[in-house]
Structures are given as C-alpha cells and as structure tokens.
C-alpha cells in the first residue's frame, strides 16, 4: 500500500535531533480540518474578483479524512500520542451541513472532541440546537461567510461570528476558534478592539485567536501585544505560523497557560521553509512539487540541493516554537501545558469530562 506521503531521512533526522525530546509524549492538537473529497462540487474556474481566502493551501492535500489524519500523525509523531480537535474546512456551494455532519460521525467514532462550522445566518437557537445535536463542544468560522455584499477589506469579526451566536457560546462556556479578518491582522486596531470586547462581554466562552492572529512576519504586529497584555482569558494558538519571534513576544505577553498548540492540518504536511519579503510571507517549497505556483505571491521555489534540506512546515512550526521557548526560559511543565494540559483543561471543561 502506497503510504500517504513521504518521510524522508531529512525529516527523520530533522525530528529526531530537534523535535522529539521537546515534544511531551501526549499532545493535543487544538486546530486540524476533517473533510472529504466526495462532499465537493466539481472544480471549476472561479469568476474573477475579490478574493478572501490564499488559495495555496489546496495545493497540499485533496482532502484530509480521520484515516488520513490518524495516519499523518504516526508517520510524523512516532513517540507522541496525538488527539485532535477537528473542525470542517471552508465550504464551497451548499456543503457545510455533509461537512458538519462528516466531522460529528468521525469526531464520535474517533472519540475526539470536534467544532461546528457555522453560519452568521443561523439564530442562536438554531446554532446551539446543531451544536448539541452534533456533539460539538463550539464552534469555529471564517471571514468566507460573512455576507457576499461586504468588502473582503472591511469584513469584521461579528460579520461572521455575530452577537447572538457569542452570547449562546458563552452561556454554554463553549470554545470559539477564532480566524481574524482584515489585512492589517492582529495589529489591526479593529480587530483588537473587538477581541478586547468579546473577552469583556463573554467572559464564560472559551476564544481561541487561532495563528497567533495570523501574525505570520514581525510587520503584522504592530502594538497588538501591548494591548492583549491586558486580558486575562482569551487563548492563542500558533497553528501554521514560523515566526519564533512573534512566539516569543506571545509567551512574554500572555505566559504559557493561554497559549495552544495547533497544527492546521492538512496543509502543515507541505514541504517548505518560510522567509518574509517585505511586509508579506513566502513558502519556499521544492520547484515543481506543489506545481505552478509563479504566480502566487505567497510561494516561491528552490532546486538542488537547499530543496533536498527541506522538511514539513509542520516541524519548521514546532522548531521555531522551541528557539521561542528557549529564549523565554520555558520549563518541562510549561511545554507541557502548551501542547497538552492546556487544551486538556479546556477540552473537559466544555464536554464535561
């Protein structure tokens, strides 16, 4: 049987020498899509127009079903013991409902905790009724849902996550993964303000900021962690983002009890290494590999001899974690908590168990 993908002695030596005594034995990963390639509507070229989504992450896997995942995390993880939090990918067409359902039937079936997908256009009856129908334990969503009529550039969170969803989650103390809009990401003054808001407002939910704010290069901080030094609960995790510098200014920021391990699976199997070119990032990835990618600002390509060196994005994620940590005098225990007590806490607080 072919194997999902490759790892080759480049990625074996690169987590054996770096990551595998880091890592504890158990990890949870608070951030990974489930979905199947059958719940799709056939491809086809899409009009032209604003754009709210980077389209290279496609190029990494067709899909990413339980089996893939639970496969994924032997070949990468062969001495840790890896549980998941699971949630849909974006939908396309009218297929949240077969995505959301897909995910509760794998969630229960792999005994893993699991989040709706939702909809701005869903009441807070009808979104706390699909939650406890599915046995999700929150939600997550994303700036693609927010209404058609808005500019990508002015989407804000409530556009996708409105008041009457919140005020459901944080009766129930659910967990909101939360993706921020705008291109001025975490440092945007909007979306702090907002964040700030929601802490305030909603103090029982449980908000993740998912990738550090998408606070991918040092430019996208701005004062940000100035401002979030002054909450007390909202989480953040660092799901698909390299930047040992912003790690380091989150954990001086925040401290390691309110910061969360995440993956983004599929699209952390790409094999890559990420630079910044001006105010923006670059994968760099072997040419040829992921295919055309000229033109996609977000992607470059390296041949011989520097492509052969390149590993997972998923351990370059974890490694630059690791020189943050090291920097910041992390202990065992505060590792510990980041990739496992943490979101254990969290998971039993939510599911009552």
């Avoid at 993880?77 to 009218?94: D, I």
């Avoid at 921020?180 to 029982?204: F, H, T, W």
């Avoid at 002054?230 to 920021?253: G, P, Q, W, Y």
Wanted: with cysteine; hydrophobic share 40%.
């Amino acid at each position: 049987m072919k194997p999902l993908f490759e790892v080759k002695p480049v990625d074996r030596e690169f987590y054996e020498t770096r990551l595998r005594d880091f890592l504890p034995p158990r990890i949870i990963d608070i951030h990974t899509h489930l979905w199947r390639a059958a719940d799709f509507p056939a491809k086809k070229k899409k009009p032209a127009g604003e754009q709210r989504t980077v389209t290279w992450p496609a190029r990494v896997a067709k899909d990413n079903p339980a089996e893939d995942l639970r496969e994924t995390y032997r070949l990468m993880f062969p001495r840790q013991q890896v549980t998941p939090l699971v949630f849909a990918t974006l939908p396309e067409g009218n297929n949240l409902d077969v995505q959301n359902r897909y995910v509760a039937a794998s969630a229960r079936k792999q005994e893993w905790p699991a989040l709706i997908f939702s909809h701005p256009s869903w009441s807070g009856k009808e979104i706390e009724r699909r939650i406890r129908t599915g046995g999700f334990i929150g939600a997550k969503s994303y700036l693609s849902v927010a209404p058609s009529c808005l500019p990508a550039k002015e989407i804000r969170i409530y556009d996708y996550f409105p008041h009457h969803q919140l005020e459901v989650y944080n009766r129930n103390g659910w967990i909101v993964m939360l993706h921020i809009p705008r291109d001025g990401r975490i440092r945007d003054p909007v979306n702090l303000a907002q964040l700030m808001e929601i802490e305030e407002k909603y103090p029982r939910l449980k908000l993740i900021v998912a990738h550090v704010g998408r606070a991918y290069c040092d430019h996208d901080i701005g004062n940000a962690f100035d401002v979030l030094a002054k909450s007390r609960r909202m989480f953040f995790d660092f799901s698909a983002n390299t930047n040992d510098h912003v790690f380091e200014r989150l954990i001086r920021c925040v401290g390691p009890k309110r910061i969360l391990f995440g993956s983004d699976m599929p699209i952390t199997r790409m094999r890559m290494r990420r630079i910044t070119e001006g105010d923006h990032y670059v994968n760099l990835v072997p040419r040829g590999l992921y295919g055309d990618v000229s033109g996609d600002k977000n992607m470059g390509e390296v041949d011989g001899a520097e492509a052969s060196r390149l590993t997972f994005f998923l351990y370059e994620e974890i490694d630059a974690f690791r020189r943050a940590a090291e920097r910041a005098k992390l202990g065992r225990k505060d590792i510990e908590r980041v990739f496992y007590r943490n979101a254990l806490e969290m998971v039993e607080a939510v599911s009552g168990k």
